[in-house]
């Protein structure tokens, strides 16, 4: 009888914890809704939202398509109420060149989530910071020291070795030893694109391959930089009310500690074994970024100390392998649902590279299909369909309204890339649309932006630029592609940090 009392009471108090909570959260969420905008602002428009939770149960499983929804009725400046967020959805091109350009500094700063701040990584890194001084310095060594062309054009041996193991990994599973006959084996192809950029980032950022194909450390590797992703592109009730911050009501911060450490852990290692080396004496010097990175640690401006170095490798492993991995395996995607696209894209690579000769980085600019190819996967299927959250670090006006100081900005890239008024048939995958246009996506032609525009622009895009038109090119070029009996290919998306298709592909190859 005492314990069923206890249990009652212990429930009781319970039930007014929450209770409490939850009136406490709603007080504050008005009070801070009422305290950021000034009676007079006159706020973008936006669907009803309900009480406390505001617009949150409109987000469903893929955000971006629910405000691609939302804006036809709104419009392409909207407000939202994520909990306590205030948030303005952009969805056209003439807003986002608005915010991401002419208000580029205002709108510069980030909606810093849970997630991000464990392991300190939000005061460190270089996605999170805010635009000021360290920032810029970060920002300065990728650019000049990273991701140059002169820095790439050293390292594209190495990537040229890393395609090379991927098509040695696909060629083992043609039918017939790789020859072309019999039945091969279906490749994952999303799963061999993230091991292939995860060995051309390594290859490029510290001359190791991390990986094999395969392999037990293969998959725990991409299951913690998945894990961080994950993590990152998790909605967060603790993000939405900050009160419950302490509370972690779905754990995504014990699992944030956990995946950040394991891959802070890795680098520490790679940055130790490093240092180890070059006090050896006699030991070689490695011509790559970690080998820049020390050097610009000792006797310059920069400052760097291995804590900046190695959240500086997280942010570019993180930001850089699963969302170029993504893209490879929606291009495969479209280009197995089109034929005709894929004879066009591989006549273009026999013709101008030749049948027994591989694609080379210098290649690329004269493969004008390929090109399209690629832009019309990042138009169709953009990597980050809502870019980094922005926030605005104070009030500004745009097209008439107010957006007040902290709101949170999101660039609706992938409804801007499906939008019938700027599109002609948006909903179809055709590269043709590009061959005689000069748009491009280096973030000046905002109806083409998936790599943002402006000071926060991605800084990986002179990498991608070289990995990712390099990647599709050997999976085409040296082999043909088919799916298993009874398979249908869809192109259904799973939102996270990067744009993922739902259903993984795979599809078994024939050595051409
Ligand atoms: C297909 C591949 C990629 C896509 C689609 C992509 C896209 C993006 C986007 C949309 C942003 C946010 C821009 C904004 O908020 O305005 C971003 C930021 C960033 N990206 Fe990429 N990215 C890719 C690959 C890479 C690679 C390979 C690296 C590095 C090796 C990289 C490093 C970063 C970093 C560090 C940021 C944060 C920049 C900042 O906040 O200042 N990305 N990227």
Redesign the pocket.
Known sequence: CVCVCERDEMGFITLLIILFTVLWAAVLVFRSNSRRRPSSAKLPPGPYRFPIVGNIPQLGLNPHQSFANLSKTYGPLMSLHLGSVYTVVVSSPEIAREV?QKHDQVFSG?IIGAAAQVHDHHNIS????P?GIE?RKK?KI?REH??STHRLDESQALRREKLQKLCDYVSNCCGGGGGGGGDGRAVNIGEAAFIT?LNL?SATLFSVDFTDFDSDATQDLKETIEGVAKILGTPNLADFFPIFKRFDPQGIQKKAEFYFGKLLGLFEDIINQRLESRRTVGSSRKNDLLETLFDLSQGTDYDLTCKDIKHLLV???V???D??S??VEWAMTELLLNPEKMANAKNELTTLIGKNKQVQESDISKLPYLRALVKET?RYH???PL????KAEDDVEINGYTIPKDTQIL?N?WAIGRDSSIWSNPDSFEPERFLDSKVDFKGQDFELI????????????P??DR??HLTVASLIHNFDWKLEAGVKLDTEEKFGL?LHKAVPLEAIPTKV
Do not use: E, K, N
């Open positions: 991401l980030r270089i996605a999170y910071l635009a920032w920002r990728c990273m991701f950029s980032m942010d570019l492993f930001a850089g392998t969302t170029t993504s893209t990042f953009p990597g980050g870019l980094i959250p922005h660039v890239v998936p790599f943002g525009s402006g000071r926060r622009m991605c800084p990986g895009l990498l991608v990995m990712l990067s």
